[in-house]
Nanobody, 115 residues
Framework: QVQLVESGGGLVQPGGSLRLSCAAS????????MGWYRQAPGKQRELVAS???????AYGDSVKGRFTISRDNAKNTVYLQMNSLKPEDTAVYCC?????????WGQGTQVTVSS
């Protein structure tokens, strides 16, 4: 079992920044990738960013150049630095951890970009 605890969401003005954190606990040795997904009302869930145990990073097209994913292995934590936020970034952001044959999800954190 893997438990994921997210933090860092909130309300920010357009052009602002937020940093999300996702702390993993449990059977973390089995994790081979972690990432962030988001889902806005009425839209499908989409990949925001992911990072593998080998350090391979992928970003969704809509966030490239604005968001940065990173990890702190000592703290078993993945971060998502979000800059130049836009109203269309408003969504529930969920942390994801992948182990062989299974995905784990955090509870989600709301990010609202509005003036």
């Amino acid at each position: 079992q893997v438990q994921l605890v997210e933090s860092g969401g909130g309300l920010v003005q357009p052009g602002g920044s937020l940093r999300l954190s996702c702390a993993a606990s449990g059977t973390i040795g089995s994790i081979y990738a972690m990432g962030w997904y988001r889902q806005a009302p009425g839209k499908q869930r989409e990949l925001v960013a992911s990072i593998t145990i080998g350090g391979t990073i992928a970003y969704g097209d809509s966030v490239k150049g604005r968001f940065t994913i990173s990890r702190d292995n000592a703290k078993n934590t993945v971060y998502l630095q979000m800059n130049s936020l836009k109203p269309e970034d408003t969504a529930v952001y969920c942390c994801n951890a992948q182990i062989p044959m299974r995905n784990y999800w955090g509870q989600g954190t709301q990010v609202t970009v509005s003036s």
